[in-house]
Structures are given as C-alpha cells and as structure tokens.
C-alpha cells in the first residue's frame, strides 16, 4: 500500500446520529484517474473533504500523496491540487494575474513561475487573453484555467469535484483530454462526477451510495457485471411506458434512457411476451424490443437501487 498515491481504510465520518460516510476503503495507483460516482447524498463530497484535509474522520485511517490524513494533514494540503465545480478563480482578475496570485499562493519558486504561467497560457489555450479580465472568459476557458492554476505546484494527486458543471459537451472532451495528459505525466487524478459518459474515461469507478462503496473497478467489468438480461424497447410515448411496465411480473427494474426505455428483467426470453402485452394493454404501440448491453448508467442505476436506493433530498 506504500506505493499507493491514496489509501483509506475503514474511513468513517458522522455528524451526530447521521453517518456520511461509513467504512469505506479503496487505493489509488499513481498516475490512476480515478472516478468517484453516486447520487446526492451519497458521501463523496464528504469523502473528498477527508482527503484533502479539510475535514477530519471520525475513525479509520488514510494517506494521501505518502502523508497520513490525521497526523499529517498541512502536509497533505501542499501536496495535493483542489478544483471544484465553483472553479475558485478571481472574475475582477486577469488570466496572468489569477496564474501569479495561485503562484504565489501554492509557493511555486520565484524562479520557476514564468516558466509555470507559460505552461498554464499554452495548456489552457489562453496566451493570446493572458490581459482579459477572467470574468470576460467562457465557461470551457475558465475551466481550462482553473485547472492550471489548480496544478501550478506540480502536486502530485489531484482532486476534481464535478469539475465539468454546466460545461458543453465539447468543452468536456477537452477538458478530459487533458486531464490524461496530466495521469500521463504520473499525476494521480480523483474526479467525481455526475455525468456517465465521463465515468467512462475513467481508469476506474468507485460507486457510492448511502455513504458505502457498493462497487469498484473498470468501467468495463462493472457493465459486464449487470446482474440481470437488459432489454430496450421502443414506442411512441416512452414515459407512459415506463409506467405501463412498473410492476410486470419478471420486470427488476425500468427507466428512460434517452427517448427508447430500458427495462431490466429476469428473462429475456419471457419478457418477449410479457412487455408487448402490457404496453397493448395500455394501448402503446411497440416499435422494437431487443436486448442491449447495459450502459454504466443501467449499471449505476441497478446497483444503487439493489444498496436501498438513493437518500431523498
């Protein structure tokens, strides 16, 4: 485990009665992107804070960057880089002067930082608006900033939570672009998320939910490890549908995916009777009923709903 970039073991953390997050344990190779997946409620913010010592655990133990999270945590925080979905930056700054100011901030050496901002101007694309008040910037350039100025330092673990918030699609590719650029530079990325295809970029996924880990590897083995037959089907009004197969004999679980619903059952080949009969009986049209492969969202949704479902806001 000492050549881990991140270890915990049994790390807990509760607030009075309320357990947020309740034994978890995991590493994190160096050089590993690292996903972090659950819905509201489920720990990972709670986590996050742990690990970048802005929050103490309750008990268990863990390590980050080699330093432990109780005894050592000053020492954590200037090994690491912070970027959160807020992107922490300065509106009334400019590019260059939010570079010098992070510069300054993470003790990047005097004589390195030019080298440093020029690194972050050409990474973010940004050489030519170096003198643009930040708040003038779009969202996909403030990202790009943010995380520059977020690994001034070189640190060598990164923590990104839901650092793609209200960022379009294309911006996001980017953004992931670069950050395994940086893994393969030997940065180890830890990333929450809330959208799946990004959870596909991943090296690996840990899922949460009511402050567990009820799930950890590839993106691959994850989906191959669906439990049960998926089946999408197509008709006209797929949230009528949804409702129409609630309740079926042998249907687990069915949702919206896209505009085609999917439903997970407990036999394809009964379900092939059985979901055209309640969707006529309902007086919905089939247009197609096949079995797919199940996407990590099918799997995330499955496994959440099979660990008590998802905490009520």
Same mark, same amino acid.
């Given at each position: 485990m000492s050549g881990a970039a991140v270890t915990v073991e049994r790390l807990t953390r509760r607030f009075g009665a309320f357990t947020a997050v309740d034994g978890i344990s995991f590493e994190v190779a160096r050089g590993e992107v690292f996903g972090f997946l659950g819905p509201n409620g489920a720990g990972k913010t709670t986590t996050i804070k742990m690990l970048t010592g802005l929050l103490q655990p309750t008990s268990g133990r863990g390590t980050v960057a080699g330093?432990?999270?109780?005894? &050592?945590?000053?020492?954590?925080?200037?090994?690491? *880089?912070?970027?959160?979905?807020?992107?922490?930056?300065y509106g009334d700054l400019t590019v260059e002067e939010n570079i010098a100011f992070f510069a300054g901030l993470y003790g990047v050496p005097r004589a390195r930082r030019a080298e440093?901002?020029?690194?972050?101007?050409?990474?973010?694309?940004?050489?030519?608006?170096?003198?643009?008040?930040t708040q003038e910037l779009s969202l996909g350039w403030?990202?790009?900033?943010? $995380? *520059?100025? /977020?690994?001034?330092?070189? !640190? !060598?673990?990164?923590?990104?939570?839901? !650092?793609?918030?209200?960022?379009?699609?294309i911006s996001r590719r980017d953004f992931?672009?670069?950050?395994? /650029?940086?893994?393969?530079?030997?940065?180890?990325?830890?990333?929450?998320?809330?959208?799946? &295809?990004?959870?596909?970029?991943?090296?690996?996924?840990a899922l949460m939910n009511r402050g567990r880990i009820i799930a950890l590897d590839r993106p691959a083995v994850l989906r191959a490890a669906m439990p049960a037959p998926l089946i999408e089907i197509a008709t006209d009004d797929s949230p009528?549908?949804?409702?129409?197969?609630?309740?079926?004999?042998?249907?687990?679980?069915v949702g919206l995916f896209g505009r085609a619903v999917h439903a997970m059952v407990r036999d394809a080949e009964a379900a092939r009777g059985a979901l055209p009969r309640? $969707?006529?009986?309902?007086?919905?049209?089939?247009?197609?009923?096949?079995?797919?492969?199940?996407?990590? &969202?099918?799997?995330?949704?499955?496994?959440?709903? /099979?660990?008590?479902?998802?905490?009520?806001?």
């Open positions: 330093f432990d999270l109780a005894r &050592e945590t000053e020492s954590v925080k200037r090994n690491i *880089g912070y970027m959160s979905q807020m992107f922490s930056l440093r901002r020029d690194w972050v101007l050409e990474m973010a694309g940004l050489r030519d608006h170096r003198g643009r008040l403030k990202q790009r900033l943010a $995380l *520059g100025t /977020a690994v001034l330092h070189e !640190p !060598p673990v990164l923590f990104l939570d839901e !650092p793609t918030s209200g960022v379009d699609p992931w672009d670069l950050i395994h /650029a940086l893994a393969g530079r030997g940065t180890t990325v830890f990333v929450s998320t809330h959208y799946m &295809e990004e959870a596909e970029y991943c090296h690996r996924l009528k549908a949804v409702e129409a197969l609630r309740g079926v004999e042998g249907v687990m679980e309640a $969707l006529a009986a309902h007086g919905l049209a089939l247009h197609g009923l096949q079995v797919v492969e199940p996407s990590l &969202e099918d799997v995330f949704v499955a496994l959440v709903q /099979a660990s008590g479902g998802a905490l009520a806001d």
